[in-house]
């Protein structure tokens, strides 16, 4: 053997002993260190957010960013870094151009973003308002507006309700809201089982079809909605027909409240807005778009490294901001967590794992065409590789410091998190809630019986501002919290990796 190969080895044996005999608060003042003084996590996200951009599903930037970030963990020393395919068909979109404006009775460039999915208008054209309060009843709206929708462009929706200029635009969760998250006894929120979940999104997902079908059917241009956002905020979110199968809707768009507002009262004063508009849009069929970006910090005891301690985000955003806080931030603290644990040398005794899922968005299609590979199908019992997952961690609530955890109905995992976060600065303050709670893929592995927990986090301007908006941007991702939350998750997947046994499952 060449001797720099066995001074390599020596250093190598010296890291690995080093940290096996560490006391847990030496690995946490390391972790503290490195997360606080030699953090990267923000120079990341600024990389990842601003030149890389939204990332929709099965589009061609979500698999530039997914390559940006592969390449990026595989620099950092993360190991079996790798691509795993999910949706085949999924189908590609993107924007290429597009313009809103009132043209009569006088001009006003109307605030707008198109929807994902729709299709291109055939060069500029302009039509003028008419509006159809609601399409709950298509039978109705058939009967009044069948012949007269022609060259029309439709404002759909009720009118969004006015926010107050005093409301406060960011907020953190107060001392009687997370006591009384800890004081639950039950969780108040039913889960609904996972397959009946998703079948029921596939009717949710596309309640506007028949709609859409209809207006263009009858010759409409366009469609025109809002939500009530705060200060001219977008939200354009939809739609979901996102396989190859599904329909290509007409032109659709959200605009702001507003302008929306502007263009009914003009309508309840029989004045008729004329609007103008363009869009120029691409569909395209690449399936090699379609995948969760997987990393780990492989275990090194003999007995223990098959078991792993999963961590995940959403790596997919909408297309309208830059997926800053949704989910972005989340996505590049977990990667920035398994930084710090290499940084430090430490060497685990369970799999660290890393899952940056696509698809969540639309219907966990990521999370869950993983586990259907890993661990059997949805209607089958979870196999044995399921039961090597010690336990999975969620990170999807915006860019907001973590204040405690969701147990999701398992309150054999509460004494597990007591013990970890009691040696975090401030947890005397934080909440570990029986409560579930829904909507991201730690459904996904609840469904498998894998103990699995989303944490609780500040939720800052996320609901009024940033979530699914053209403001999802890195202006609103505070520095600070997402570099204690990479310290706060480091600190805890090298904990459960410690453990002596597994995190207890529900059942």
């Known amino acids: 053997m060449k001797l720099k190969s066995v001074f390599s080895s020596i250093l190598f044996i010296g890291i690995l002993f080093n940290s096996l005999g560490q006391a847990p608060e030496d690995i946490m003042a390391k972790i503290r260190a490195e997360g606080f003084q030699n953090s990267q996590v923000m120079d990341m996200l600024g990389e990842f957010t601003d030149v890389y951009g939204q990332r929709l599903t099965g589009s061609r930037e979500y698999l530039a960013a997914a390559n940006w970030v592969s390449n990026k963990m595989k620099g ?24 809103v404006e009132m043209i009569a009775p006088n001009y006003m460039h109307i605030n707008a973003y198109p929807l994902a999915m729709v299709k291109s208008t055939d060069g500029a054209v302009e039509g003028e308002v008419v509006y159809i309060r609601s399409f709950r009843n298509m039978d109705q709206v058939r009967e009044k507006y069948a012949g007269n929708l022609n060259g029309k462009i439709i404002l759909v929706g009720r009118a969004p309700r006015q926010r107050s200029l005093t409301d406060p635009v960011s907020r953190t969760l107060t001392k009687k809201e997370l006591e009384d998250k800890e004081s639950q006894l039950i969780a108040e929120r039913v889960q609904t089982p996972l397959p009946e979940l998703l079948k029921s999104w596939e009717t949710d997902d596309i309640a506007d079809q028949d709609f859409l079908k209809f207006v263009e059917s009858e010759g409409a241009l366009a469609v025109l909605k809002s939500r009530s956002m705060l200060l001219g905020t977008l939200h354009p979110d939809g739609t979901y027909y996102y396989k190859t199968s599904h329909m290509q809707p007409l032109p659709y768009f959200t605009i702001m409240p507003e302008h929306f507002g502007r263009l009914i009262r003009m309508l309840d004063q029989n004045v008729t807005p004329k609007v103008r508009l363009n869009l120029e849009t691409e569909f395209y069929h690449e399936p090699e778009n379609n995948v969760n970006i997987i990393g780990e910090l492989t275990g090194t005891d ?47 005794k369970r799999t660290l794992r890393v899952g940056l899922w696509g698809g969540e968005e639309q219907a966990f299609i990521g999370s869950v065409d993983y586990a259907r590979d890993h661990f059997g199908e949805l209607d089958q019992r979870p196999n044995n590789e399921s039961k090597k997952v010690s336990a999975y961690l969620n990170l999807d609530n915006g860019a907001g410091a973590v204040r405690g955890i969701y147990l999701q109905n398992n309150e054999f995992a509460r004494p597990v998190f ?49 979530h699914h908006t053209q403001l999802d941007v890195l202006e609103y991702v505070p520095e600070a919290d997402i570099m204690k939350n990479a310290v706060i998750l480091a600190w805890t997947v090298y904990s459960l990796s410690e453990m002596n046994g597994m995190v207890p499952r529900k059942k």
């Not at 950092?76 to 313009?99: A, M, T």
């Not at 309208?320 to 977990?334: R, W």
């Open 76 to 99: 950092l020393g993360l190991q079996n870094v790798h691509f795993e395919k999910y949706c085949p068909d999924c189908r590609g979109w993107g924007i290429k151009s597009f313009n």
């Open 418 to 466: 007591e013990k970890i976060f009691k040696s975090l600065p401030g947890s005397e303050d934080w909440a570990l809630t029986i409560e579930n709670t829904l909507s991201t893929d730690h459904e996904t592995f609840d469904h498998y019986n894998i103990p699995a927990f989303q944490f609780i986090q500040e939720p800052l301007a996320y609901g009024n501002v940033t």
């Open 302 to 348: 003999p007995k223990l490294k098959s078991e792993v301690i999963l961590m995940g985000a959403h790596f997919d955003s909408w297309h309208a901001g830059t997926g800053a806080t949704d989910n972005g931030a989340n996505s590049l603290v977990l990667v920035e967590a398994l930084r710090i644990l290499k940084a430090i040398g430490y060497t685990p």
